[in-house]
Nanobody, 129 residues
Framework: EVQLVESGGGLVQAGGSLRLSCAAS????????IGWVRQAPGEVREAVSC??????????ADSVKDRFTLSSSSDNGKNTVHLQMDSLNPEDTANYYC????????????????????WGQGTQVTVSS
């Protein structure tokens, strides 16, 4: 069973930083793209960042480029994905979900929320102005 467990959300002032973490299990980590999707109230889900299965190619939405950094690690059976979020602004306020690609070995990272098929429970990020 695929499990994605997020942590690290919270309340931060504009200009601040947060680091989200996702513990992934139940599948072969190297065979699936994995990343973060967010959803603000009244908005559709937006793919924020995702790492593909080919050469570590990473996608960032234009709205977060140069502010967010995705990293992943696989160590002694513990598979983790982190999202370092710097220079946060109120527009970043959303529920952030760790998400896994629907397709195995897609290669390039998916860029649409529709491409993800497994989801964590979400962690709330609130940025105050």
């Amino acid at each position: 069973e695929v499990q994605l467990v997020e942590s690290g959300g919270g309340l931060v002032q504009a200009g601040g930083s947060l680091r989200l973490s996702c513990a992934a299990s139940g599948f072969t980590f190297a065979e699936y793209a994995i990343g973060w999707v967010r959803q603000a109230p009244g908005e559709v889900r937006e793919a924020v960042s995702c790492i593909g299965t080919s050469d570590g190619i990473t996608y960032y939405a234009d709205s977060v480029k140069d502010r967010f950094t995705l990293s992943s690690s696989s160590d002694n059976g513990k598979n983790t994905v982190h999202l370092q979020m710097d220079s946060l602004n109120p527009e970043d306020t959303a529920n952030y979900y760790c998400a896994r690609d629907r397709l195995r070995l897609r290669g390039y990272p998916p860029v649409s929320a529709r491409d993800f098929g497994s989801w964590g429970q979400g962690t709330q990020v609130t940025v105050s102005s």
